[in-house]
């Protein structure tokens, strides 16, 4: 299957702070990338999808002033939580969805390995 | 809207025993995917297997086979020969009609494999 990797693995910062998460599909161009959000034992909340090129969808409840996506080229997304907040502290997830195109049948989302995010 | 549910929060099984993990979905789309993926301690989600709901044979995948009955709407499925490994979280999604949709997840379900 398709490899998409993800940096930082896990990041402690400061209250008021900003961090920004990397996620890259490494052996396939993705057009389309999704962000999630994981809390204990509990499933995967969908954040927003990221499309190269231009803006990033949100899903309903998610501040985008916030949680800034950007997906400048077709191997790179990134995710700025800006002025972090304890309540931020959680698991981020992205995936990359391999396109249709490329002759891979399933549309299958490939997850990058997360990030866990604390913030003191 | 589409709905997955997984109504098994967690399941033992001993190693070298086959396994069935439950999953149900609601949508109203024709055409529609259904995913497994495993996430062990580590968090990383490991897509398991796909099935189309226009496929007409049930997935399988090494070990792994998905039990697809469409008129039920369920999707489980079956881990044979368990192993130590199987240990994790795995977690029954969807994605209705292609183009940009997005995968709706289920609750999921922990797994415990003994010796």
Known sequence: GAVVSQHPSWVICKSGTSVKIECRSLDFQATTMFWYRQFPKQS??????????????????????KFLINHASLTLSTLTVTSAHPEDSSFYICSAREPLNSGAYTDTQYFGPGTRLTVL | AQKITQTQPGMFVQEKEAV????TYDTSD???????????????????????????????????????????K???LVISASQLGDSAMYFCAMRGVT?????????????????
């Open chain 2, 99 to 115: 183009g940009y949709s997005t995968l709706t997840f289920g609750k999921g379900t922990m797994l415990l494999v003994s010796p």
């Open chain 2, 20 to 23: 069935t993990l439950d999953c």
């Open chain 1, 44 to 65: 995967l909340m969908l954040m927003a999808t990221s499309n190269e090129g231009s803006k990033a969808t949100y899903e309903q409840g998610v501040e985008k002033d």
């Open chain 2, 30 to 72: 024709p055409s529609y995917g259904l995913f497994w993926y495993k996430q062990p301690s580590s968090g990383e989600m490991i897509f398991l297997i796909y099935q189309g709901s226009y496929d007409q044979q049930n997935a399988t995948e090494g070990r792994y086979s998905l039990n697809f009955q469409k008129a039920r």
């Open chain 2, 74 to 76: 369920s999707a489980n």
